[in-house]
Nanobody
Framework: VQLQASGGGLVQAGGSLRLSCAAS????????MGWFRQAPGKEREFVAA????????YYADSVKGRFTISRDNAKNAVYLQVNSLKPEDTAVYYC?????????????????????WGQGTLVTVSS
């Protein structure tokens, strides 16, 4: 499975973006998915996760109420709507898929729980 993240860019504080993650090679509609980010000089951190059906989502406290994760299994895509952006949201955003838990009703929020990773898309928030 190849994951491709897109939708990043330069935005002013308070702005919004919609990040997308598309898969090629096979469908990931049965996999739990997640978004992580890595700011310059920092370790990669969890942002949001969603179960295979899209019925359950989980967020890091730092983005709760501002970011929304969703998925469209018919399009084999996962999205991250990022609103009310702050300069501290500046990072490379990665999508990830967990192959080991097809059709799992739960979500996963640590890096080691994921099997496939996209190449990342850069979000830069100016103040």
């Amino acid at each position: 499975v190849q994951l491709q993240a897109s939708g990043g860019g330069l935005v002013q504080a308070g702005g919004s973006l919609r990040l997308s993650c598309a898969a090629s090679g096979r469908t990931f509609s049965s996999y739990p998915m997640g978004w992580f980010r890595q700011a310059p000089g920092k370790e990669r951190e969890f942002v949001a996760a969603i179960n295979w059906s899209g019925g359950t989502a989980y967020y890091a406290d730092s983005v709760k109420g501002r970011f929304t994760i969703s998925r469209d299994n018919a399009k084999n895509a996962v999205y991250l709507q990022v609103n009310s952006l702050k300069p501290e949201d500046t990072a490379v955003y990665y999508c990830a898929a967990r192959k080991r838990s097809e059709y799992s009703a739960t979500y996963y929020y640590t890096e080691t729980q994921y099997d496939y990773w996209g190449q990342g898309t850069l979000v830069t928030v100016s103040s």
